[in-house]
DNA sequence: ATTAGAATATATTACTTCGATATATTGTGC
DNA sequence: GCACAATATATCGAAGTAATATATTCTAAT
């Protein structure tokens, strides 16, 4: 899914910026899709050159003046077209679960420092998750809001339960292999079959 | 993290070639990080240019030849350099949950198909992950490689489970609304913009 | 038997997206 | 008073994606 049509559905709920629709992404939608300002911004200017969306720029007082942005009839047809993709598989991109996985390349003290972070993180999702701020207008919106909504706390739990559970598995057995490569015990040229192929 | 530590990181269990290294991405490694080829294989040609890694061509007789990748001593402090960051939120793409969002954009057949074809991907994931094909070699990385098996599993029952529980949500109040902003006042099962699939 | 397709393997290209930075103003904490 | 966070848009190089091209071998269907 491009950005573009991540912006055509945020902004066939409601009216809104670029700022806003980012900070939306990194809010109660985190758990969904993530986007950065440098795909927001010419996402928009290339969809109100397609007519898909119209754009009124509003002079703040006390703020930088905003363009907010409105789906027109057409960015709607699109939009549903674009959904009408059976979706693939998520697309996932963990630091975290790749630092676990190599957890043995580092000292205790680090991952031990990177899980209580991760506990925090997941910690605070939930907390904003379970606030519920969501600005449903239909019937229909609520109960697809409380679905996802639903979906991402039902994760962070079982997240939360696991590592607070499990963590001891990358934590203790953490550095019995040396860093720099060199083996305490013998001598390293070929670590004993490999094969694989 | 860039794909150019993933592929440090692989590199530090076994040597590899790039298209071995996109299939683990694609396989058990499917719920940490992904990459594509297109960034794998510069990224390869990047490290041997800076002395992280070597790469030995072997001609094969049944099948093309291969460049087989060997991390270098540099590369592996490098390596250890990268995963020293604490690492911040995982980053998610689910078109998956931005069409549940907007489930109430599309008819209930729709989303039905969607949900059914999640749930067959995901017991699918479950299924592979269970089977347990990892090949540790030291104690440090079994541990580690057994937890972030177990955290995928366990993220993946919670899923299947919260879906399972739930589609009655995005699958019984669709429609609500209509799609193109018309009044729904006498068929509610004819939908305006279905396209493709 | 042959033809089509999947798997193995690397590489390139256009396009998209990221991450960092620049700019400018207002609000907030120390 | 001064640094910092928040509001707001925009740009640009670097990185990454998705699709395609090339070439060989294995497998399955016609």
Redesign the interface.
């Known amino acids: ?1 491009h950005v573009k ?2 912006c055509l ?1 945020i902004l ?1 709920m409601d009216d809104a910026s670029g700022y806003e629709i980012k900070k939306l992404l990194e809010g109660p ?6 986007a950065s300002f440098g795909a927001i911004y010419p996402a928009l200017a290339r969809l109100q050159e397609d007519g898909l969306v119209t754009c009124e720029e509003r002079t703040q007082e006390k703020r930088p003046d905003k363009k907010v942005y409105s789906l027109t ?1 057409k960015g ?2 699109e ?3 674009e ?24 000292p205790p003290s ?1 991952i031990a ?2 899980i209580e ?2 506990l925090e ?1 997941y910690r605070g ?1 939930l907390g904003e998750l379970e606030k519920g701020e969501h600005v449903p207008v ?11 909504r ?2 991402g706390t ?2 962070l ?3 939360l ?3 607070e559970d ?1 963590r001891h ?2 934590e ?6 040396n ?3 060199a083996k305490p015990t013998d001598s390293e040229e070929h ?1 004993a079959g ?1 094969a ?1 192929e």
């Open positions: 899914m049509t991540l559905a066939s939608f985190s758990h969904i899709h993530e009839q709607r047809f939009l549903i077209d959904l009408s993709i059976i979706p693939g598989p998520d697309r996932i991109r963990s630091d975290f679960l790749v630092l676990m996985l190599y957890a043995h390349l580092l680090h420092k990177a972070k991760r993180i999702l239909s019937l229909g919106e609520q109960a697809s809001a409380e679905f996802v639903g979906y039902a994760i739990r079982a997240a339960d696991y590592i499990n598995l990358v203790g057995a953490a550095f019995l292999t860093p720099t490569g670590p490999v694989a």
